[in-house]
């Protein structure tokens, strides 16, 4: 393993390169779109992530002495491609949705001018990025809808591999969440981190009350103590004994939980305890809580349902080759064909049109000609990402996170009331081209 990006990708993607440097195709100027064209089963908008990460992966697609080795021992592509992936350094323009807009069937959340070969061979990277944490970012959306306020800790790590659970993190993060139980994606991406303790450390005790006093001495009474290894109601009487009403939070992870926390809110008053918090963290989903919403939960947990998208793992989307640049100098527009897989060809330019209220009323995707602006009123979609090989860097790190989040909640707030229905639902804005 070393720093580089550069085999973070599909085979097919040098294949293509070789076979079009070996053509004298490679150089032509094109443009690539990344869009989807469903989204998930039943929901009605989805939210973009993972713009942040993609840049800096960009930034360091780069084909060192390692990497070329590995692919000529592997005979992937000839000598002379080795040797133009040697100096490689893309040198195009990228423009986008600002991460964290909200994006719809068609939406061209990211396009690419670049020659042939710098565009196609981003195209995995591209895909593999947007396609997971903008999965996990719609999913943690409708959550954040679900909570209501509520403030939500994104706490999946173990239920995905070790690079996916600090992208879900700082995807869940973008999309409304407060915190995650992820150190990493706190050091790397500035998102508050949250934990306590687990079952283990009740376990490791000789009894539940030498645990509790062992994590009120370490952390103060103001802790989260975990309260449903054994009995419930004999753990809280001890969790507020040892604490004292000063006692931060206790966690449920199991059980009955919308009886279960009436029963803890009601005894957790006659104690005294009356500001203690309880935060539920159960195999939590958007529908779970929301059956939640009436009972006295004051945060959530939430660990597999995020990382894996709510049962949509990916986003569904693509990476097209929509025009370049014939031998005569034309645009020629391109699109594919295939039976239930057609694209549309040409360059595009997206618009939120907005009521006289600000609210969304449709997605209008312009064709356009090169360095056109549509006349439009509506919102424009569109921000530099990389301009002439060079990322701009206010989309990156964790002022870049901070940005995304914030926009994020500027964008949900134009949609109509209907996008944040839990039931299956079309796309709650029509695609319009134009």
């Known amino acids: 393993m070393t720093e580089s990006s550069a085999l973070l990708t599909d085979r097919y993607e040098l294949t293509m390169l070789d076979a079009a440097l070996l053509r004298g195709t490679h150089e032509r100027e094109s443009v690539f779109e990344a869009f989807t064209r469903h989204l998930p089963a039943g929901r009605r908008y989805g939210v973009i992530a993972g713009t942040g990460r993609l840049l800096e992966l960009i930034e360091r697609f780069r084909f060192g002495d390692a990497e070329l080795e590995y692919l000529r021992e592997a005979s992937v592509v000839r000598q002379e491609t080795l040797d133009w992936l040697a100096d490689f350094r893309f040198s195009g323009t990228i423009r986008g949705y600002r991460e964290g807009e909200v994006f719809f069937p068609g939406s061209p959340f990211l396009i690419v001018d670049a020659p042939f070969a710098e565009g196609v061979i981003l ?40 690079r996916s659970a600090v992208a879900a993190a700082r995807a869940a993060y973008i999309a409304g969440f407060g915190a995650t139980s992820n150190l990493e994606a706190g050091r790397t991406w500035g998102v508050p981190t949250m934990g306590t303790a ?102 959530y ?61 449709a997605e209008v995707i312009h064709i356009v000609e090169a360095g056109d602006q549509p006349d439009d009123t509506g919102r424009d979609l569109l921000v530099p990402l990389v301009a002439d090989g060079e990322v701009q860097r206010e989309h990156l790190g964790p002022e870049g996170t901070r940005r995304a989040r914030e926009h994020r909640a500027s964008a949900m707030r134009e949609l109509p009331d209907e996008a944040f229905r839990l039931g299956r639902g079309d796309p709650v804005l029509p695609t319009i081209f134009g």
């Open 301 to 361: 947990g939430v660990g597999t349902a995020v990382v894996t998208g709510s049962g949509s793992p990916a986003s569904g989307m693509v990476y097209k080759l929509v025009a370049h640049r014939d031998d005569d100098g034309t645009w020629v527009p391109v699109a594919k064909k295939s039976e239930g897989k057609p694209s549309i060809g040409g360059r595009k330019h997206p618009i939120r049109r907005l009521d006289a209220s600000g609210h969304a009323v």
């Open 123 to 162: 195209e995995t990277l591209i895909l593999s990025v947007f396609n997971y944490d903008s999965a996990v970012a719609s999913a943690a959306a409708r959550m954040v809808t679900a909570a209501a306020g509520r403030p939500l800790a994104e706490m999946g790590s173990r239920r995905a591999n070790e």
């Open 198 to 299: 687990a079952h283990a450390f009740t376990l490791l005790h000789d009894s539940e009350e030498d645990a509790f006093r062992a994590q009120v001495a370490a952390l103060g009474p103001g802790t989260t103590l975990l309260v449903d290894t054994f009995d419930v109601e004999q753990a809280i009487e001890t969790a507020v004994r040892v604490a004292g009403p000063e006692l931060g939070a206790v966690r449920l992870d199991s059980g009955d939980l919308p009886k279960l926390v009436r029963q803890v809110r009601a005894q957790l008053d006659r104690l005294g305890a009356t500001k203690t918090r309880i935060t539920v963290t159960n195999d939590l989903d958007e529908f779970t809580i929301a059956a939640l919403s009436s009972s006295p939960v004051d945060s």
